[in-house]
């Protein structure tokens, strides 16, 4: 089992900048690509940003490159994502995720998730 827990959302205005962390605990963190999704209310859960467990490889959604940034620190057993230049449409519920798979931007291919934290980001 691996529990994760997010951190850092909160409320923002457009154009502010928002770093979201997630620790994990349990099995080695190491050993799993990391990625996060968002939902907001009437959505489906869509993928944001992957790390992979194996050279760091990383991936993003076309509505976010150039402004999130997704990396990790194996030896905090955390994942975080830097987002800059905030907007409106990127309000929703952020989830971590945890796959044991190498590249994961599905959700069906993460087996651990975290419970979310709110993002809010007013225009």
């Not at 909160?10 to 939902?39: D, E, K, N, P």
């Not at 959505?43 to 991936?59: G, H, K, P, Q």
């Not at 830097?82 to 989830?95: F, G, S």
């Amino acid at each position: 089992q691996v529990q994760l827990v997010e951190s850092g959302g909160g409320l923002v205005q457009a154009g502010g900048s928002l770093r979201l962390s997630c620790a994990a605990s349990g099995r080695t963190f190491s050993s799993y690509s990391m990625g996060w999704f968002r939902q907001s209310p009437g959505r489906e859960r869509e993928f944001v940003a992957s790390i992979t467990w194996t050279d760091r490889s990383t991936y993003y959604a076309d509505s976010v490159k150039g402004r999130f940034t997704i990396s990790r620190d194996n030896a905090k057993n955390t994942v975080y994502l830097q987002m800059i230049n905030l907007k409106p449409e990127d309000t929703a519920v952020y989830y971590c995720a945890a796959a044991a798979k190498v590249v994961a931007t599905r959700h069906n291919e993460y087996d651990y998730w975290g419970q979310g934290t709110q993002v809010t980001v007013s225009s």
